[in-house]
């Protein structure tokens, strides 16, 4: 196995899901997008936005967690560790990415302060792009 300059695992990057990235992208309803392709977690991180914005906060973890769950689960078949950098500039990343967001987001709107907390260290654990991004730094 590959490590990187700092002696920590390679970066981990996931297979793109063309079908269901073209989807979200064409506008196609986040509902239709996960009902088709459940294993994206870009569907779900969409609807954790979507509900969040809307304020339904707990419909919004739900699908962070969902979404979040689903990444996990690809990012072990891909050969992740439990840790180590998750890019931001591979784009099949972001799914996963967006939805760790989601979840610490809704975490801390609900008072749950530890989960939040674990969300935002482990968001920018794994890319500082991303916590950038994500936060409203860019």
């Not at 509902?31 to 954790?48: D, F, K, N, Q, S």
Request: one cysteine or more.
């Amino acid at each position: 196995m590959t490590h990187n300059l700092l002696g920590g695992p390679p970066p981990t990057e996931l297979p793109d899901n063309a079908a269901a990235r073209e989807a979200l992208e064409g506008g196609v309803d986040p509902v239709e997008v996960a009902a088709r392709h459940p294993e994206y977690p870009g569907a779900w991180a969409a609807l954790a936005d979507r509900a969040f914005d809307a304020g339904s906060v707990i419909e919004s973890y739900a699908y962070a967690r969902t979404g979040y769950h689903r990444g996990l689960d690809q990012l072990r078949r891909s050969g992740w560790k439990g840790h180590g950098p998750i890019p931001w500039e591979h784009e099949a990343n972001r799914g996963f990415l967006r939805a760790l967001h989601a979840l610490g987001r809704a975490a801390a709107a609900i008072g749950e302060d530890a989960e939040a907390e674990r969300c935002r260290s482990f968001l920018r654990d794994s890319s500082a792009t991303a916590a950038d991004v994500l936060n409203g730094g860019h």
